[in-house]
């Protein structure tokens, strides 16, 4: 099947599913209930594409295509809107934003593309400009991602550090602010929360995706410890505290 015949086979898919005689499970779902699952799919289909998995990435957008449809189709079913106005919007809205592409109009760069689609926004759809630029960034992000874009817009505007260094040693203020929390046991979470900020905001500097990076992180930390874990197994060692030294040394050789 050619593209428009998948996405029809799909949309008949959802409509028997949803219809008389269809899914008692998918029958019962409505928008609110699958807010939890469009988040779960999405970092699935995220964590497929870092691992350069491209069936697997396949996969999960496929499970997002079927949740994004099964939600437009519940508001057609509710007469509010249907699925094809939802990417007859989309995609007008593409063509009204690239007018360097289906207009006349001339960039020279990426950021002057994204200047003239905050312009298009406001003078062409109607958009009222926002009271500050940090407005433009939702509060619904996940708060890496949101202090990332947050930090970005203010250094679209001007205010950002001259020079690495600069970064680096509000790292180092922002560890000895921690200490002196941790000391006085005061203000911890606050302290803590701006030395975060602060590394997420070398990130930035640095053109490295903070959530990206800490992914990584997190599978490297998986792999090595599973890795501990086994080694602990096979030498009949339980894993405690007293068994420290030993994990460490396991720990050290997964490094290599």
């Not at 057609?76 to 593409?94: H, M, P």
């Amino acid at each position: 099947m050619n593209t428009a015949e998948s996405f029809k086979a799909l949309y008949d898919t959802i409509v028997r599913l949803r219809g008389p005689g269809g899914c008692p499970w998918d029958r019962e779902q409505n928008p609110s209930t699958l807010r939890s699952a469009l988040v779960e799919e999405t970092y699935e289909c995220i964590e497929a594409i870092d691992e350069n998995d491209a069936p697997h990435t396949a996969e999960e957008l496929g499970d997002l295509f079927l949740l994004t449809t099964m939600i437009a189709y519940m508001h057609e079913q509710e007469g509010k809107f249907t699925v094809a106005d939802a990417l007859t919007k989309i995609n007008d809205k593409l063509i009204r934003r690239h007018p360097h592409v289906f207009g006349e109009l001339k960039v020279k760069d990426s950021a002057e593309v994204l200047d003239n689609w905050a312009a298009i926004k406001v003078n062409q759809e109607g958009r009222k400009p926002k009271d500050s630029i940090l407005d433009e960034v939702s509060s619904g992000l996940p708060p890496m991602d949101r202090a990332f874009k947050l930090q970005k817009k203010a250094a679209k505007a001007g205010f950002d550090w001259s020079d690495m260094e600069g970064v680096i040693s509000k790292i180092n203020e922002e560890i000895e602010e921690v200490r002196k929390a941790i000391a006085h046991n005061e203000k911890i979470e606050e302290e803590l929360g701006d030395l975060l900020f602060s590394v997420i905001n070398l990130c930035r500097f640095l053109k490295v995706e903070p959530s990206v990076a800490l992914r990584r992180t997190n599978s490297k930390f998986v792999e090595r410890f599973k890795y501990v874990e086994k080694k602990m197994k096979e030498s009949g060692q339980e894993m405690k505290k007293e068994t420290l030294d030993i994990m460490d040394k396991f720990w050290n050789e997964a490094k290599g």
